[in-house]
């Protein structure tokens, strides 16, 4: 009986500081887990996100077109999109805004078989480019060949539906614009086949961020997004600093994720990941706004401040 009172004494006092429970978020990934997040999955595993009183729920998408959507939508508090995507979004209304980047270059290249005919970029001309992504892969690819004095209705696009590595292997295509550096090129190397790269920002393209973080508009002052941001700021560091390890705790997390080709890619992707996330380059966005603009993808190049935030890293203890 003393011991029942005092188990109930117990359950009625306060809760000592740095015991209260976390705050939650809910995060949409940009599609299934893979190594472009590690810094989110190591945040979660070793704790940085509960170290800044921070309990993140991270959810994969059935449709990967859907994640700021649903976060416009208030459905998940953020939302892993694209750059490129972002300016679109905002042309149709849909209020979001980045605070935060993951990846801050272009991932997308075109890639070709180094076997094959295509050595520069100027012997696409009466060639195949296969592409996965209407609209934006398209600008991007005609982008690059003009910058190389090839008139773009000289290539043939082809929609390969992301079937990228088989569509190379099989020769469907010569080359084609939908492949990751830091994914594809590596996934043909273990097929056997070795590809050359050419990257959008060496070829007639501003540098975009690949991979950022969005919010609806109305949460883009929230206070747990610079915890966020600080937990994902350490994690980064942590995870540079130890990437096999990170990578060792990624694969059991996700043991599906573990084998040898997405430990390389793991590596890397390390050298993507953006030291500073909550950073924003306002000339880089306006730039970049301006040439979608420009190649007509967008009506006008919005405004920075009504796509884009800055997020400080704030320290998010328990509190006193």
């Known amino acids: 009986m003393i011991a029942r009172c005092l188990l109930t004494l117990l359950l009625c006092l306060p809760c000592p500081a740095g015991a209260r429970a976390a705050d939650t978020l809910t995060v949409i990934l940009d599609w299934l887990p893979n190594p472009d997040e590690a810094p989110l999955f190591i945040a979660a595993h070793e704790g940085f996100f509960a170290r800044h009183n921070l309990a993140v729920r991270l959810i994969a998408p059935s449709d990967a077109s859907t994640p700021p959507i649903v976060a416009a939508a208030g459905h998940a508090d953020i ?16 209020p979001l805004v980045r605070f935060a980047t993951l990846i801050n270059t272009p991932l997308d290249s075109i890639i070709a078989p180094t076997g094959g005919p295509i050595k520069t970029l100027g012997d696409l001309k ?92 109305g949460m883009a002052g929230d206070p747990r997004l610079g915890r966020f941001v600080a937990a994902l700021q350490e994690s980064t560091a942590w995870l540079l ?11 059991a997390d996700y043991p599906a994720q573990s084998s040898q080709l997405v430990h390389t890619q793991w590596n890397a992707t ?41 997020t400080e890293p704030v320290s998010g203890g328990a509190a006193p």
């Open 79 to 94: 939302a892993i999109t694209y750059q490129p995507q972002l300016y679109l979004l905002a042309a149709h209304g849909v």
């Open 126 to 217: 009466r060639r195949t480019l296969g592409f996965a992504v209407p609209g934006v892969e398209e600008v991007l690819a005609q982008a690059m060949i003009a910058s190389a004095g090839v008139h773009p209705a000289d290539v043939r696009l082809v929609n390969v539906n992301f079937q990228i590595v088989s569509a190379l292997m099989t020769r469907r295509v010569d080359a084609t614009i939908s492949a990751y550096r830091n994914k594809e090129i590596y996934e043909l190397r273990a097929h056997g086949m070795d590809a050359r790269p050419f990257f959008p920002e060496e070829h007639g393209v501003p540098a975009y961020d690949e991979l950022i973080f969005v919010t609806r508009r």
């Open 241 to 251: 600093d130890h990437p096999d390890q990170g990578f060792a705790d990624f694969a």
């Open 270 to 310: 390390l050298c993507r990941l953006d030291k500073s996330p909550g950073l924003l380059d306002n000339a880089r966005y306006r730039t970049f706004g301006a040439f979608l603009a420009a190649k007509k993808l967008i009506p006008a190049a919005p405004e920075v401040a009504d796509i884009a935030v800055q």
